[in-house]
């Protein structure tokens, strides 16, 4: 796990730590505590992106406006993990379930229209969350989203601003995301990552708060 504390400072080394890396991320607003957690198979593609700003205003999620709303000197940028790229989708989904990011709209990893998951795939993400979203041991126990977050939230879900406004999906399409779905396994290193979640998800909530204190 890497902590970028101040994205506008850190620029440069952000992009040149992570050129042809797989990973998990996680952007944090420091003025509201909200947070987005997404995956890529270039981590580096993504973040330049993220630092380009016509790309943001083309852009309509939540947290593009929120870049540019405050700005990258409010963000801090933290690497969860680097992982196999076959199993990116299934530790997206792991840190959705545990941290329910509220920058993002969509709780299912992988895809913005949903996708199918195989009962194997399925099993392995209850077992790895097992105990870790009941009461005090959910990192939202206690919290609440700020007026701003519910605000831009609310925006992004009206109309034709909703990712699903008129989309349904065709047999076709579906059958395609069920047979990408199926079958899916992990790494050795994911396998090992997942045996020690319990010990992971403590360090992951100490790494955010320090984040958020910065």
């Given at each position: 796990?890497?902590?970028?504390?101040?994205?506008h400072?850190l620029?440069?080394q952000?992009?040149?730590d992570?050129?042809?890396?797989?990973?998990i991320?996680m952007?944090t607003n420091k003025?509201?505590?909200?947070f987005y957690?997404?995956?890529?198979?270039?981590?580096y593609?993504r973040?330049?992106?993220?630092?380009?700003?016509a790309?943001?205003?083309?852009?309509k999620s939540?947290?593009s406006?929120?870049?540019?709303?405050?700005?990258?000197s409010?963000?801090?940028l933290?690497i969860l993990?680097?992982?196999a790229?076959?199993?990116?989708?299934?530790r997206?989904?792991y840190?959705?379930d545990?941290l329910n990011?509220?920058?993002n709209?969509?709780?299912?990893?992988?895809?913005?229209?949903?996708l199918?998951?195989?009962e194997?795939?399925?099993?392995k993400i209850?077992?790895a969350?097992?105990?870790?979203r009941k009461?005090?041991n959910?990192?939202w126990?206690?919290k609440?989203?700020?007026?701003?977050?519910?605000?831009?939230?609310s925006?992004k879900k009206?109309?034709e601003k909703?990712?699903l406004?008129?989309k349904?999906?065709?047999?076709?399409?579906?059958?395609?995301i069920r047979?990408?779905?199926?079958?899916r396994k992990?790494?050795e290193?994911t396998?090992?990552?997942?045996s020690s979640?319990?010990l992971?998800?403590?360090?992951?909530?100490s790494?955010?708060?320090k984040s958020?204190?910065w």
């Amino acid at each position: 796990m890497v902590v970028y504390p101040n994205m506008h400072h850190l620029k440069k080394q952000i992009l040149n730590d992570n050129k042809g890396k797989p990973g998990i991320y996680m952007l944090t607003n420091k003025v509201t505590k909200d947070f987005y957690i997404g995956q890529s198979k270039n981590l580096y593609s993504r973040f330049l992106n993220y630092f380009n700003t016509a790309y943001l205003k083309r852009s309509k999620s939540i947290i593009s406006r929120a870049l540019i709303k405050y700005g990258y000197s409010d963000f801090s940028l933290t690497i969860l993990e680097y992982c196999a790229k076959v199993d990116l989708t299934v530790r997206e989904q792991y840190y959705f379930d545990n941290l329910n990011p509220v920058y993002n709209i969509e709780k299912i990893a992988g895809s913005s229209l949903g996708l199918i998951r195989s009962e194997e795939t399925k099993a392995k993400i209850s077992k790895a969350l097992k105990g870790l979203r009941k009461g005090e041991n959910s990192y939202w126990y206690g919290k609440k989203l700020s007026e701003e977050t519910k605000k831009l939230m609310s925006q992004k879900k009206l109309g034709e601003k909703n990712n699903l406004f008129g989309k349904t999906h065709s047999e076709k399409t579906k059958k395609l995301i069920r047979q990408k779905a199926l079958g899916r396994k992990l790494s050795e290193e994911t396998k090992l990552l997942m045996s020690s979640k319990e010990l992971l998800f403590i360090y992951m909530k100490s790494v955010i708060k320090k984040s958020l204190n910065w």
